[in-house]
């Protein structure tokens, strides 16, 4: 299991917009092959920044099953319009958990 | 409900030592008021990096609760010697989720 996680810069004044389009593009994502679950979480402190957290069985679930897929293209024409300076996304691999 | 954020670079060929050290840290701060859940993942593409993510009741309890009680003087001297640069900590509510 591989945790997704890239901060994403909002271009100023665009969040609201943002939230709405990727109420959709989380559409597609759901129905990926391997994915296990997501999060949009938005920062206290950094007005326009959020965090997006997906879960994933296998790094290459994410990188090759969603990113080369037709799906990615539409993910790509909800969201990536809305990000300044474009997300670095790292993948994390959990060494202690409790919950 | 608050989920702190934290990437944690630690000191080149720390990381086997500051895992275990964290594994000691732990134990500190699963008994906070306030606390939730915790999770500390390893960077896939980066070494010497990790992702710590803390679930708190309210932002309170984590900067005030938990940074201003004794048990954080605890969490600082087994913890923060390890990194390099100091690790900004932001704060994010969830606004969307599944699982």
Redesign the interface.
């Known amino acids: 299991m ?2 997704e ?1 890239a901060v994403l810069n909002i271009k100023p004044g665009q969040s609201e917009v943002f ?1 709405l389009a ?2 959709e593009a ?1 559409k597609i994502i ?1 129905a990926m092959k391997g994915y ?11 007005s326009d ?3 997006l957290l997906v879960q994933w069985e296998t ?1 290459e679930d994410h990188e090759i099953g969603f990113r080369e897929s037709q799906q990615y293209q539409e993910w790509k024409k909800l969201l990536h319009h809305f990000y300044e300076p474009f997300p670095i996304v ?10």
Do not use: M, R, W
Request: charged share 20%.
């Open positions: 591989i945790l996680k939230e990727f109420g989380q759901v296990i679950n997501h999060d949009l979480l938005k920062c206290v402190e950094k920044t959020y965090l790094i790292l993948h994390y691999t959990s060494i202690v958990a409790t919950s």
